[in-house]
């Protein structure tokens, strides 16, 4: 059986800006005989991410991701349908997924590295499974709730930058729901600052292209920033830092603004903004959602939960096509995306 794959075809270097052109897109032969334990998969949806870019390079920086190889197919987050099973557990029909799923049309898998995925905790649209009831919104849930220290009743704003992405437009949402009483957003389009508002329930957005962040930031948090969703990094974050309060929180998801940089993760901060931070007693621990295995199942109902009851909106941006995948992944890295950036492999979910 031929199949499409995408491959890494070159490196950006570690300071380079990645282009669809990092990846390209060959026919392999797949077998037709599977053997006792593994699937035959066909791929509905990918799912491309910020935290990839690391997987670009010859050396990811941390022990628990591997980078990619050239001319090896490429891996990530992903979902798809069982066509065929010799796996105890897993049957023709069911629905699975993966954070290492291979960027392949179809594909032959060990049943035991995938986990089963019940359609109706998202009513349908299976690709929430790679955004807001899957990882992304367990990062923003669980960090929120372990690195925010929200009290409900108490008067908290929060600031989420990157707020028009995958956390971010989660995480201001669930910080109203955890209890904040102000959420304000950053981002780089007016586009984005209009729907975090009209439509995700942030109070106010501010457009970093536009205007000064800090006078902005200092005109909407009158009252300074308790909690700090810091999805950016770099200037943006140094600004809103300077305005924490006193014992604040910096609940620290990623550092895309840094990502095609050859510095350590997280970053440190310029020495006056470390000085403020050391100051006022503000927390910032670098957080890992995977250090937290035990609280996916209850995340991921409270996820579906608040998604069935209509109070977390969920966005997310869909290319179409394997072959679109390095354009995908340039156009998340750039802001191109509202919501989860997701690529749409097949859409057919009969068999």
Not at 11 to 21: L, M, S
Not at 224 to 242: A, C, T
Not at 243 to 271: A, E, F, R, T, W
């Amino acid at each position: 059986m031929i199949v499409q794959r995408v491959v890494l075809n070159s490196r950006p270097g570690k300071n380079g800006n990645p282009v669809a052109e990092n990846f390209r897109m060959e026919e392999v032969t797949l077998s037709d005989n599977i053997n006792e334990g593994q699937v035959r998969v066909r791929t509905l949806y990918l799912s491309v991410d910020p935290y990839m870019r690391c997987r670009m390079n010859e050396d990811t920086g941390t022990d628990y991701i591997t980078p990619w190889q050239l001319s090896q197919v490429v891996d990530g987050g992903g979902i798809g349908i069982i066509e065929e099973s010799k796996h105890i557990n897993l049957t023709k029909g069911d629905f699975v997924t993966s954070f290492y799923w291979p960027w392949q049309t179809k594909v032959i898998l060990d049943g035991n590295s995938l986990e089963k995925v019940d359609p109706q905790l998202v009513d349908g649209h299976l690709s929430y499974f790679l955004g807001a009831i899957g990882m992304p919104g367990l990062t923003s849930l669980i960090g929120i709730q372990e690195k925010g220290h929200i009290t409900a009743g108490s008067n908290q704003t929060m600031v989420v930058s990157g707020a028009a992405g995958a956390c971010g437009s989660l995480a201001g949402q669930i910080g109203h729901l955890l209890g904040c009483s102000r959420v304000v957003g950053i981002c780089g389009t007016h586009e984005k600052c209009l729907l975090l508002t009209s439509e995700l329930g942030f109070d106010n957005a501010i457009n970093y292209k536009k205007g000064n962040v800090a006078e902005q930031l200092h005109e909407l948090c009158p009252a300074g920033v308790d909690i700090y969703f810091d999805n950016v990094g770099g200037d943006i974050s140094d600004k809103v830092i300077s305005q924490m309060n006193q014992n604040s929180h910096i609940i620290l998801c990623g550092q895309i603004s840094q990502y095609n940089k050859d510095v350590p993760y997280p970053p440190p901060l310029p020495p006056t903004i470390e000085a403020v931070q050391k100051e006022r007693n503000i927390t910032r621990e670098r957080f890992m959602v995977l250090n937290y295995k035990d609280r996916f199942e209850p995340g991921i109902l409270q996820l579906s939960h608040w998604f069935k009851e209509g109070k977390l909106k969920i966005k997310e941006t869909v290319i179409k096509g394997l072959e679109n995948m390095g354009a995908a992944f340039q156009s998340m890295m750039t802001g191109g995306n509202i919501g989860k950036q997701i690529v749409c492999i097949s859409e057919e979910i009969s068999l």
